[in-house]
């Protein structure tokens, strides 16, 4: 074999061993100059934070980003802000100082006007619940206004010119307050259904210190714990 034939043989079997390379390994692919960084994931948002829930009666609370709850009411063009607070771990308290019961501890604080700011939106549904009739929630907001000094409103509701619904819920609330000016509605509820009479009645036996239900008349003891009152009114 020449030196010719030699040459031939190893550039067939070079020739043929490039073959099966490209065949079973594919051709080389080109690589990136630069390697791009994958982009961060955001997180998902929290569903905790931005978030605004209707209480009802046009009012709303809004939860911040920054833990600041806003409670807003409907105007007549625009949501506005009424009081703004803070979620706070404390001692559970009630109006008369700190509870005996045990409770989760967790208040909201006022950071603007305090008890003024409740006082508003509380005289106001007040105001609405008698409006349309709805004994349950007047007598509930009427006891949430005297709890955080509201007696001053709740007064004023006594006078015979207001409406009935708001004069009994008034009287019941400060009634349980000690305020004896409440005798003369107090005395008029006892021709109210079951409830409302014992709830009333037992009032007036704590503010008078008279028994008057004894009588088997109404209508007689309603006059004599109206007479009570005249009677002592001067010196309560």
Known sequence: MTGKDTAMMILAFLGGLILVTIIFGGSPSKQP????PALPVPPAPSAETAQMVGLGEGYFVYRSHEDRFFLCRRGKER?????????????????AGVSDEP???????????????ILEVRRRQFEESVASGD???TQGFAQEIAAVG?????TDWLGSEKDW??????????????YVET????????????????KAT???????????????????????????????????
Request: a neutral charge.
């Open 165 to 178: 619904c708001g004069r009994r819920a008034a009287a019941l609330a400060l009634g349980q307050r000690g």
């Open 103 to 117: 409770d989760h501890g967790w208040a909201f604080e006022s950071m603007s006007r305090g008890k003024e700011a």
């Open 183 to 198: 005798v003369p509605v107090l005395a008029d509820m006892i021709l109210e259904g079951d409830d409302i009479r014992k």
């Open 33 to 36: 100059d630069t390697v791009k």
């Open 79 to 95: 949501l506005e802000v009424v009081d703004v607070y803070t979620l706070t771990h404390k001692p559970p308290t009630y109006h």
């Open 202 to 236: 037992e009032l007036l036996k704590k503010l008078s210190g008279e028994d008057y239900s004894v009588y088997s008349d109404r209508q007689k003891t309603i006059q004599a714990y109206k007479k009570w009152y005249e009677d002592n009114k001067s010196t309560k």
């Open 135 to 137: 004994w349950e929630k």
């Open 150 to 154: 509201g007696t001053g409103f709740l």
